[in-house]
């Protein structure tokens, strides 16, 4: 079993593993029109071999390039993703990614994961800076950013493409270890 970082007395991490993949398809399925205005990932995750083969990249990622990846547990129950991507060890720099079930969205459960996160990232992994990535509009993801006093950096201009092909402006914010 892979890491497991405990947020509160009802919200744990678990690093991601195969087994979890019913779980994720399930809720990306049953939510597809609420996840996929924000996640592009959403309309080409159609069939449950998507999920698995998604978690395994994360897991056969060569040791140099595997980031980590957790699942969201509330009250013992899937509820979302959160993890690094694009990881620049050199530069001690990664960025965090997620996304949360509907049905658990405005409790806190996120905010405190990606705190939890942060420091996780500055103490154990010996980042300077992290960053989180929100798409103009997207208004629930980008206070999680603000509410933890990352500073906004400015617009990526056509910083990623959405599902109907067309791309959406992306706010950039940022934390550094001497901040958190």
């Known amino acids: 079993m892979g890491k497991i970082i405990k947020i509160s007395d009802s919200i744990i991490l678990k690093q991601i593993e195969l087994s979890d993949a019913q779980d994720i398809f399930n809720v990306i399925d049953l939510q597809r029109e609420y996840l996929?205005?924000?996640l592009p990932f959403v309309q080409i995750t159609n069939k449950m071999e998507s999920?698995?083969?998604y978690i395994k990249s994360v897991?056969?990622?060569p040791e140099d390039k595997r980031e980590y990846n957790f699942v969201i547990h509330h009250e013992g129950e899937f509820v979302g993703i959160?993890?690094?991507?694009?990881t620049?060890?050199?530069n001690c720099k990664t960025e965090i990614g997620y996304w949360l079930s509907e049905n658990f969205q405005k409790k806190g459960i996120m905010t405190r994961s990606v705190l939890v996160l942060c420091k996780f990232a500055f103490e154990e992994l010996k980042m300077n800076r992290i960053q989180i990535k929100v798409a103009v509009g997207n208004t629930s993801s980008k206070k999680i950013p603000q509410r933890?006093?990352?500073?906004?950096?400015?617009?990526e201009r056509d910083g990623e493409k959405m599902h109907d092909g067309s791309f959406a402006d992306i706010e950039v914010f940022s934390l550094l270890r001497r901040e958190l």
């Open 82 to 86: 959160i993890g690094f991507k694009d």
């Open 59 to 61: 897991i056969n990622a």
């Open 51 to 53: 999920t698995e083969n």
């Open 88 to 90: 620049d060890k050199i």
């Open 148 to 155: 933890l006093n990352f500073k906004f950096e400015g617009i």
């Open 36 to 38: 996929g205005k924000w």
